[in-house]
């Protein structure tokens, strides 16, 4: 077991390095000076001289330590990592990356694992009881729709959403956190309104992805039903709940975990993209402001973030398998 | 009509028939089946694959599923007919009643809990309330009672050996104390110590519960040394039910001398002599009497009538027209 974790955190580290490492060299590749950005935009509008601008980034990057070689920099960028400190955001000085983060990952992470975890249980309770016999006959017809929307990608599916739901039908909003004239403070009607700005992302990511649980589920019911110890239980005279939920069900868990970790990259990528096509203020859109100001100090913090965050599930998950099925756990 | 030794049996089944309603046809997988059992009996059931002896069992549990159906007949636990009862109280019935061992002992139990556990909700969905420690001990007297130790009720089964594995089964088949324990070829993937073994069990714990014991299998030699009674299934009729002594030393359906006749003996040198012609198929079962084609004493009658099951020599069974006078 103790090698088993050491080995896993060789690996963890291993990920993150090389993730990190090829994230550190890509931002440096790019034309675009994220300080010069900066002032130059500042220097248009607030008028000082050119010759003031070009000493004011002069001062800035080597403030930021920009001026040194790259090969310091990637020194001192792995200290940061250990350090879990990437220090000042070039383009929202004096914000830091941390805060640029911390700002943003509530939303995120609200938004992840709400569609996450619904999505998960919806589809893996229809496409269980849509191969169960005993299953009353409308869970079928209320698993196919989500089965036809199988694989359509969660932004097709929000713009699908905007147009219908938001554009034509004015049920919804259209994007953003809340509405504009909404005071932020916390009160029930702006916690419903942010909610409802939340159902279209949200549903974006749900609609395609139950059918995905249900096709699997459903196939792993069919073929658990015909195994001998199923039939056993119904000898042994156990009701049909007992068996679903004891014989049935609990012998999904395992592989539908395993499912579920090996989505993990995937579901975060997705959120990624729709908070962006609804303009949600998360990490999404965190990064996408980063990159188009090569803001590479948050583009580290962030993409190492979400790496460390995928890594580390995935890592744990692994020592959740043993708890759900005891064939694994004696190797 | 009196279809038994005794005139008190602990299990009656009469004219069972099941048919399964396949893409290529109806087959008729149990015709006019019937058989008594008294408590403390044993009875051999064999016959070829396909002959209908897992059919047989299953519906006597009443766990026929489609495309199969039990088209009629009366399965009676004293005097109770399990046809007639709400599926609720069939259930109940299950395992507290009577009990089936299956086939596949090797996958019957639940990989991912403990034995323990499988145990426990036996007894827990037939609504005994006994404290927790109460049933546990219960369970761990089962597990004891053939030959495992007790510290398999905390074990899983990917734990335990083929045999192991068929004990449990057979502890939960006695968990209840049924009066008729069913065991679908208990043994067929056991090496022979372990066949053995695992018979004596069956035959211990069947004393100590006095239960009715239904023995499926193919080898009638085994079956020989622990039955009392041989029943020969042939294409979903039972063709013959006679002791052990009388099966083999004068069987009285051809069928039934034809299977004892081709056992390897020592006169024989075990060379299996087999019986001539194929098992029919039931979509396409031949006319009259099913085993005509292969019958070696095949009258005219026997092509166009069905021979109806009848007693003879006291308490024998018989399905054959060369018996229809002694009726
Ligand atoms: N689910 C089913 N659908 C269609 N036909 C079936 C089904 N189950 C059984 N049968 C048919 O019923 C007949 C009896 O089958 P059964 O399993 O009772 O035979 P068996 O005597 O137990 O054979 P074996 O010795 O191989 O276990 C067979 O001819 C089989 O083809
Ligand atoms: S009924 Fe006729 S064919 Fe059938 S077993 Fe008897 S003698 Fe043979
Ligand atoms: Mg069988």
Known sequence: MLRLVIRRLLFLALVIWSASTIVFFIPRMSETNAIRERFAELARTGGFSPTDLEKIIESYTKQFGLDRPLWDQYQDYIVSIFKLDFGFSLNRYPMTVTDVIMQAIPWTLSLLLVTTIISFLIGNLLGALSAWPKAPGWVRAFATPFVLLTGVPPVIMGVLLLFFLGFRMKLLPLGGSYSIGVVPDGSWTFMLDVLKHQVLPALSLILGSVGGWVLSMRGMGITIQGEDYVNFAEHKGLGAGAIFRDYYLRNTLLPQATALALALGTVVTSAIVVEGLFGLPGIGQALNNAIRSNDFPVIYGIVLFITGAVATLMVLMEFVYPLLDPRIRNE | ?327
């Open chain 2, 1 to 327: 009509m009196n279809m038994g030794q005794d005139q008190n049996p602990v299990l009656r089944v009469s004219n069972l028939e099941v048919t399964y309603y396949t893409d290529s046809g109806r087959a008729k997988a149990l015709d006019d089946v019937s058989f008594t059992l008294n408590a403390g009996e044993k009875l051999g059931m064999v016959g070829e694959s396909g002959s209908g002896k897992s059919t047989l069992a299953l519906a006597m549990m009443r766990m026929i599923k489609p495309p199969g159906r039990i088209e009629g007949g009366r399965v009676e636990i004293g005097g109770v007919d399990l046809m007639s009862l709400s599926e609720e109280d069939m259930r109940q019935a299950r395992l507290s009643k009577i009990a089936y061992i299956p086939q596949g002992a090797m996958n019957s139990l639940n990989p991912v809990t403990r034995i323990g556990a499988q145990l426990v909700d036996a007894i827990r969905s037939h609504g005994i309330k006994d404290s927790r420690a109460q049933v546990e001990e219960r369970c761990v007297n089962a597990l004891k009672s053939v030959d495992l130790d007790p510290a398999v009720f905390r074990m899983y089964p990917h734990e335990l050996s083929g045999g192991m594995k068929q004990r449990v089964c057979i502890a939960i088949g006695i968990l209840l104390q049924p009066s008729v324990i069913i065991a679908d070829e208990p043994t067929s993937a056991l090496d022979v110590v372990t066949q053995r073994q695992v018979m004596e069990t069956i035959d211990r714990v069947k004393d100590q519960i006095n239960a009715a014991v239904i023995l499926i299998g193919h080898d009638m030699g085994l079956m020989a040394q622990f039955v009392d009674r041989v029943a020969v299934m042939y294409s979903g009729r039972l063709v013959e039910v006679s002791t052990v002594r009388e099966m083999f030393t004068k069987p009285v359906h051809p069928y039934a001398a034809a299977l004892i006749s081709s056992l390897p003996n020592l006169e024989n040198k075990g060379v299996f002599q087999g019986i001539p012609g194929l098992a029919p198929s039931l979509l396409r079962l031949p006319g009259g009497c099913s085993f005509h084609p292969r019958c070696a004493k095949v009258m005219d009658i026997c092509k166009t009538t069905r021979p109806t099951t009848r007693m003879v020599q006291g308490n024998r069974l018989v399905t054959c027209h060369l018996y229809n006078e002694e009726a």
